[in-house]
Structure formats: structure tokens, C-alpha cells
């Protein structure tokens, strides 16, 4: 959908919840990834698909650090950007490769959101802490593509 209509932007939005395996909100998995050349999926017969588009790199990493910033500042800790996964996802039993699937096929800017997943004292996260990974998100999406009135 976000091909057949150019988007200028889209995203992918996570977090890590659950009593097993959750991430705090505040420590760790908050990374902003965004789409670089020569990163690459395999196919069943061991085929690497890779990311080429250098137009839509450029764009994808000045829009990643734009969210780092957003984000860090909205959700009041550090927020890593990667250009790659930063590990094989092979070992996860998914396709082997550095980047996400939907960025690998998206022909336009698309920026992936992970993010700890839960709240002090709970599993998921509470209203505060939704609030301000979306208040990151927005302030992010409106200095990237900024609406003209
Ligand atoms: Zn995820």
C-alpha cells in the first residue's frame, strides 16, 4: 500500500511486552532503524535480495536520525539508529539478512520503531509511557514531512 501510493513515509511501530521476555521501557530495544544499500534478506535457495536504492537510503538515515532525536528527547532516554538489524536474523530462524522485511520490499522511506515494552511494575506499557513514544513518533513524522497550510 505504501508503494502503490509513493508515501513519503512510513513506519513500522514495536515494542518488547510480556512478563517473559519484555524489555523495560527505559533500558534497552529502543532503536530506530532505517533502510541502507547493501543490506539483504536470502531466499530459500540461499539468494541475497539486497536493499539498493541510494535515493531512498539517503532519505531513510536523515529521517533515522530525526527520530533518534524525537524520541530520545520525548521518551527521555537513549534511542539507538541502525542501518542493519545488527545481527543475522538467520539465528531467529527467519529468512537469513541485516534488515527488516517490510524495509527490504518498501520502495519508499521507511523507518522501524522498537522500543522496551514495558512499564515500571507491569507487563505492557502504561498511558504515560504510550504517550510518550507516540509524542516521539509524531514530532518525528512532522519535522520529516512537514504538512504545508
Ligand atoms: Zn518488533
Not at 25 to 32: A, K, L
Not at 129 to 135: G, I, L, M, S
Request: hydrophobic residues 40%.
Amino acid at each position: 500500500m505504501a508503494n502503490n501510493a509513493h508515501a513519503a513515509l512510513a513506519l513500522s511501530i514495536h515494542d518488547q511486552a510480556g512478563p517473559k521476555g519484555g524489555i523495560a521501557f527505559n533500558q534497552g530495544n529502543n532503536t530506530v532503524y532505517y533502510q541502507k544499500v547493501g543490506t539483504y534478506r536470502a531466499t530459500r535457495s540461499g539468494k541475497r535480495v539486497y536493499f539498493t536504492d541510494r535515493t531512498i537510503a539517503d532519505i531513510s538515515a536523515r529521517y533515522g536520525q530525526v527520530f533518534q532525536q524525537q524520541r530520545a528527547r520525548a521518551e527521555g532516554h537513549s534511542v539507538a539508529v541502525r542501518g542493519d538489524v545488527g545481527y543475522d536474523l538467520g539465528d531467529r530462524d527467519l529468512a537469513p539478512g541485516n534488515i527488516w522485511i517490510v524495509q527490504l520490499l518498501s520502495r519508499v522511506p521507511w523507518i522501524y520503531n522498537e522500543a522496551g515494552g514495558n512499564s515500571a511494575g507491569i507487563s505492557g506499557l502504561n498511558a504515560a509511557d504510550k504517550q510518550r513514544y507516540a509524542n516521539g513518533l509524531v514530532a518525528a513524522v512532522e519535522i520529516c514531512v512537514p504538512t504545508h497550510r
